[in-house]
Every structure is written in structure tokens, then in C-alpha cells.
């Protein structure tokens, strides 16, 4: 379903973010978590693309069975980094037949461990690609007279490789004029930071719903982890200190975890925002725990189950 619709008919939306197994086991776990979330009827889940675009038949094969196999709405993420053209309108072909609604169109990650030049890229810049899909949009082939629902990156405490933040907003907003149709951002651990990006998007004249990107922390190698690879996102004082306490007892380390990303949670109700985006690392347990807190209706979801 195009994005529009989707926010249209029943916002704030929840989603869940998956990225594709790489071996049968992982395979295995993954479809497992899926399965149990399912339950939860999120608005859409969306999928990854691995660094360099090392993930793309993984990322289309788990986008098409996830289309095909499930009641969940699927959007792939797709990536500037090591595409040529006809490469990604190939892509957008497979996904326009195949009736994928919506994109979210990213720079990428570099590839890891490869010499790699930039410059090579058909595409620079997600705005770059976001005029690409548009311009397919406009080519008719989607099912959708309206085409790809078009997402795109956002970055509350700011993109690393742009430190001047007045000069970050233009190129977000150069996204959104580009034609993107909404907005996830990284994942933060402070909802101040979201809000300010918020106004700040308004005060720059970006109109699109912006969703908020939450990941909760259920181990202290998990948050090393994300400390690494959403480079730049700041660990608050009062989160560390409670994971410290319970530094020795995992099982604890993930009730603060949860705790602290429901309460952001919750915050980010009160506060009206568009959506909020689980990354769940493939495991359905903290985002279940945290669903069944937020009083969200089961009508709801048995109602969209049986559409
Ligand atoms: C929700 C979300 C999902 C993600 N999913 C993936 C994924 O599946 N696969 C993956 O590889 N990565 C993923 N990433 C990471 C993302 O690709 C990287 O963080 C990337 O570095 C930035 O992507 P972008 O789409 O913001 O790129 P861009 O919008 O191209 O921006 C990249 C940098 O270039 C700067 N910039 C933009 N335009 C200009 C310009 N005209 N001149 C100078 N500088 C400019 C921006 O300010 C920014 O610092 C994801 C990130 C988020 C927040």
C-alpha cells in the first residue's frame, strides 16, 4: 500500500525493520520472529540493503516472500552505493511487478573491506536516487498510477559526514523536494533530539510525516554495536547509568533496555508523532514486550488481520 494511504487511514504507524539472513539458520530465526510479529499487524516492516549493496538478491528474496507469505507489507531499502542504472531500474522493475508499494532510498554504507571510489556511482546521493524513482514513477510502469511511495533518511543528532548542521537540513530537504514522501530517522536514545529535528524540519519547510526510529538496547555487546554502526548517536548519562547498575545480570540489562525504549515510547505518543520504526535485529522478544505496554488496541490489529 502506498505510504500516503498507509498514514492516511490510521497514524501514528509502527513499523518493524528486518535485515536478510545470511545463513539457513539465521534463515530459520528469522522467519520464527516474523511470524510473531505478524500478530502485531505493524502498518509496514521494512527491509535492508547491505553495505555496498551486498545484500541485494538476500534483501529481494526476503522482500518477495515476505510479499508473498505473509499479511505484512514489506518496503526494501535500496542504496546509491555500487549501482550503475540500469541495475537499479531492474530493480524497480522486479519490485513495480511484483507490487511493492513503497522504497526507502538511502546513500549506503560503503562497502566493508573493499577499495571503493564514489565517483563510480551512477547515483551520489539519495536525491539523486529519489529523482530516479520519481522519474520511474512517472514512467507508468507501477501498478500504482501514483508509483513508489518514496522514504528517505534522517538523522536527529545529525549525518557524521555533514557537520554543519544548517547545511545537513538542505540536503534533507533537497531530498524531500527531490520527492520523497516521508521521512525515518536513525535511532536516538533522547527524544529531545527528535523534537528539535522536528521543529527544525519545519522551520526548513520539510512538510513530509517524519517516523521515529527506535532501537532498544538488550545487552551490552548490542550496544556496542550500535554505538558502531549508527556512528555518532549519543548514549544519555541516565540510560548508561541504569545499564550500569545491572552491568553483571544480562537478564536485567535487557529489562532496562526495553524499559527506557518504551518510555520513549510512550514520550513520542503523547507528543503526536507520525510513526515510530522498531530495528529489531531480527528478534521479535524486546519489540513484543514493548508493543504489549503501549495500549495499542488488539482490535486493531484483529481488524487489519482479517482485511
Ligand atoms: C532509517 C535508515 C535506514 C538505513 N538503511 C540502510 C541500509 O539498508 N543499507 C545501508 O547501506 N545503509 C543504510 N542506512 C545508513 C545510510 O545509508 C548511511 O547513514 C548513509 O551514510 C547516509 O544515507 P542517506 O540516505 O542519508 O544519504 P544522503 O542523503 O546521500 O547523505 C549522505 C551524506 O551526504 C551529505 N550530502 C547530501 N547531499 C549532499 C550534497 N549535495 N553535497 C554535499 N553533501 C551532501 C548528507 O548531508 C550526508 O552527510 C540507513 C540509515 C537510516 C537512518
Known sequence: MHIHDIIRSDSPTFSFEFFPPKTPAAAESLYQTIRELEAYMPHF??????????????????????????????????????????????????????????????????????????????????????????????????????????????????????????????????????????????????NRDFYDFRERCQLAGIRVPIIAGIMPITSFSGCKRIAELAGGARFPARLLRALQRCEQEPEMVTRVGVHFALEQCHDLLDNNVAGIHFYTLNKSDATRTIFDSLGIPRRRWAEAAAT
Open 45 to 190: 516492516v521494512s527491509v535492508t540493503y547491505g553495505a555496498g549493496g551486498s545484500t541485494r538478491d538476500l534483501t529481494h528474496d526476503l522482500v518477495e516472500r515476505i510479499q508473498t507469505t505473509t499479511k505484512l507489507d514489506p518496503i526494501p531499502h535500496l542504496t546509491c552505493v555500487c549501482h550503475k542504472e540500469e541495475e537499479v531500474q531492474s530493480i524497480l522493475q522486479r519490485y513495480a511487478k511484483n507490487s511493492i508499494g513503497n522504497i526507502l532510498a538511502l546513500g549506503g554504507d560503503p562497502p566493508r573491506g573493499l577499495a571503493y571510489d564514489r565517483a563510480t556511482d551512477a547515483f551520489q546521493r539519495a536525491a539523486d536516487l529519489v529523482t530516479f524513482i520519481r522519474r520511474f514513477n512517472e514512467s507508468g510502469e507501477h501498478p500504482d498510477p501514483r508509483g513508489f511511495g518514496i522514504g528517505v533518511a534522517g538523522f536527529p543528532e545529525g549525518h557524521p559526514a555533514t557537520p554543519n548542521r544548517l547545511l545537513e537540513m538542505d540536503h534533507l530537504k533537497a531530498k524531500v523536494d527531490a520527492g520523497a514522501d516521508y521521512i525515518v530517522t536513525q535511532l536516538f536514545f533522547d
